[in-house]
């Protein structure tokens, strides 16, 4: 309750600030997203403000971008029904602009998300996967990469896709470094366990010796410590 209350008077804080008129636009827009109850006015409003503030601010600025990055947000999550690929085409052309802004860069994995859930068959969902592969060489920040790689990998294991490829996203990401423990812990974890099924024993070695060094006292490290025990030689 105290959160929603927060949102609504930052919302009201926002609406009679003075100064900078696209600041103040875009910080409305943003609480209004959050403000409760949610309603179909708020969120138009909300577009409104953001559309406005891309449309009058220079292309290439930060605001400007994150509001283009917003409205993209705004059709994937808010809208009913959604936009999809209005938001597909608002994702990738920032990611186009190479704005080594790890919030935009996030669109990465939002547009793999999108792939991976999408209608058709695993093997249409696996061929609008691998045309996405591409997007790391847009990447220019660390948590950008790290998103887009860890996504990359469930996505392709949930589709029936190629486990290897997968084991790859997952080396991928962990080079970027993972800030959060329960993230990291379920990446090592199904990077160990789906190197292991394929063979790739170093890498699977690699993942579980990385959780018991990491987390030394995490519960689950008995069964991580069986596991271990079980692998036969590095086949690859």
């Known amino acids: 309750m105290a959160s929603t209350f927060q949102f609504n008077e930052a919302r009201d804080a926002f609406v009679i600030a003075t100064g900078d008129e696209a600041m103040r636009k875009f910080g409305e827009a943003a609480t ?3 403000v409760q ?3 179909g006015g708020n969120i138009q409003r909300a577009r409104r403000l953001f559309e406005e503030v891309a449309r009058d601010t220079p292309p290439g600025s930060k605001l400007s971008r994150l509001s283009r990055f917003y409205i993209a947000r705004v059709k994937e999550f808010y809208l009913a029904p959604q936009d999809i690929e209005g938001a597909t085409a608002d994702y990738l052309s920032l990611l186009q602009e190479k704005t080594a802004d790890p919030l935009i860069e996030q669109g990465a994995s939002r547009l793999v998300v999108i ?11 696996l061929q609008k996967l691998a045309a996405l592969e591409k997007l ?5 920040t660390p948590a950008g990469r790290r998103e887009f790689h860890t996504s990359m990998a469930y996505a392709l ?6 486990k290897s490829r997968a084991v790859d996203h997952f080396l991928a990401a962990d080079r970027e470094g993972f800030t ?5 812990v379920s990446a090592w974890l ?8 394929i063979g790739r024993n170093i890498d699977a070695r690699y993942f579980f010796e990385k959780m018991l060094a990491t ?5 689950r490290n008995f069964t991580v410590r069986s596991l271990l025990g079980r692998l036969g030689p590095d086949n690859g």
Request: aromatic residues 4%; glycine residues 8%; proline residues 9%.
């Open 32 to 34: 209004l997203l959050n």
């Open 37 to 39: 109850p949610r309603t």
């Open 115 to 125: 792939a991976a859930f999408s209608g058709g068959t695993p093997a249409d969902r």
């Open 136 to 140: 790391d060489s847009l990447l220019e």
């Open 157 to 162: 294991l949930d589709n029936g896709g190629d």
């Open 180 to 184: 959060r423990k329960a993230t990291a």
């Open 190 to 197: 199904v990077a160990a366990t789906t190197a292991a099924e």
């Open 215 to 219: 987390y030394p006292q995490d519960p």
